[in-house]
DNA sequence: AAAGTACTCAACCGCTCTGAA
DNA sequence: CTTCAGAGCGGTTGAGTACTT
């Protein structure tokens, strides 16, 4: 991604060329060969001697950080997370919470920072497609009579985020169905903060390996990082079902329902017999839960952000739930 | 083609942790 | 035991790019 140097610098206030001012923003070519050179001689330590030196106007901070997320060597830049990966975040996400330097180091070549950057966007879209197909059926499908104000969806997903606390699975749509205007379907949404939890997650542990350090020096930088790794395996999660306060034991969700992106992988003709049956208690898709099967004209971009893997567990579902299909 | 929106990612900030003096 | 500096971490920001309408 190219960025105009210096670019940072400006947007955050920090001064170039100030004499003993430290340097802000984007690094130059001429900056990292003289980080690369620093951790040639002295390995990746001694950050703040760099500029104590004189070599560079960099904080220490700021080029400890440029070398964990771009010049240590064996990262994958600019390479998206396999489906395996967001496997392994979601999985590692849900166990350890957001501790991004820990869960990236079951990740080679992934930095926290691209983890972080990773579950971020996740997060986003789904608080999108959570919101997206309800209003494209306002819109597109339904096309009438409930009209769902888009202001009162707004603000209902507003008031979720901003005041209600996160108390567990079956609270989620709490704080939602108390927002007047609501269609049963929004109030079923998935609140912001069981998203954010890690509570879309899967219930199979994973086969993982901790990833063994790139090099000796990264072993070293990194070490206490990495002696976390070994504590695999994982405790097998429980399933922890969606419920919703006005669907009470017709409608919940299964294990598995991840990440949207990995659904590229899938193509939508192959899901359709499958989806059907799933849509009908997903009140969260936009779906009318008593309304029969769906029909094909469901958004098929909206399906192709689903992640394959969502759907899996469907013949894992417990009793309770498979008999309230 | 233009405008709007979503996504990606680099880099900063503030806080906490850790180890040496 | 306390202090302090350096290192590390998680959250956040915002520019650039890609995609959609």
């Given at each position: 991604m190219a960025r105009a140097p210096g670019g940072g610098a400006r947007r955050r206030g920090?001064?170039?060329?100030?004499?003993?001012?430290?340097?802000?923003?984007?690094?130059?070519?001429?900056?990292?060969?003289?980080?690369?050179?620093?951790?040639?001689?002295?390995?990746?330590?001694?950050?703040?001697?760099?500029?104590?030196?004189?070599?560079?106007?960099?904080?220490?901070?700021?080029?400890?950080?440029?070398?964990?997320?771009?010049?240590?060597?064996?990262?994958?830049?600019?390479?998206?997370?396999?489906?395996?990966?967001?496997?392994?975040?979601i999985e590692l996400q849900a166990q350890f919470g957001n501790k991004w330097a820990r869960i990236s180091t079951y990740l080679p070549g992934r930095t926290d920072n691209d983890v972080k950057n990773f579950w971020s966007t996740r997060q986003k879209r789904l608080a999108r497609l959570l919101r997206a197909p309800l209003r494209a059926r306002s819109s597109k499908i339904r096309n009438t009579n409930t009209k769902a104000p888009v202001s009162s969806v707004d603000s209902a997903m507003g008031s979720c985020q901003d005041h209600a606390p996160f108390v567990g699975s079956s609270s989620g749509g709490q704080c939602c169905q108390a927002a007047p205007l609501m269609e049963y379907q929004d109030a079923a949404r998935i609140s912001h903060d069981q998203i954010c939890s890690g509570f879309l997650s899967f219930e199979q542990p994973l086969p993982l390996q901790a990833a063994a350090p790139a090099s000796d020096a990264e072993a070293s930088s990194s070490n206490a990082a990495h002696q976390m790794a070994p504590e695999l395996p994982f405790y097998q999660h429980p399933y922890q079902l969606m419920d919703f306060p006005d669907m009470t034991g017709r409608c919940s969700i299964g294990p598995g329902f991840v990440g949207p992106s990995t659904m590229d992988y899938h193509p939508y003709e192959e899901l359709i017999p499958i989806v059907q049956p799933v849509l009908m208690t997903m009140p969260f898709f936009g779906i009318d839960c008593a309304r029969g099967p769906v029909k094909a004209e469901a958004r098929d971009d909206f399906f192709d952000d689903l992640p394959p893997d969502m759907f899996d567990s469907l013949d894992q579902l417990p009793p309770s739930t498979r008999n309230s299909l």
């Open positions: 920090g001064r170039r060329d100030a004499g003993e001012a430290v340097r802000k923003g984007p690094w130059m070519a001429e900056e990292d060969a003289v980080l690369l050179e620093h951790v040639r001689v002295h390995g990746p330590r001694d950050w703040s001697s760099i500029r104590s030196k004189g070599a560079l106007q960099r904080t220490g901070k700021s080029c400890r950080l440029r070398w964990v997320n771009k010049l240590r060597p064996n990262l994958k830049t600019g390479c998206k997370f396999s489906a395996e990966e967001e496997r392994v975040v």
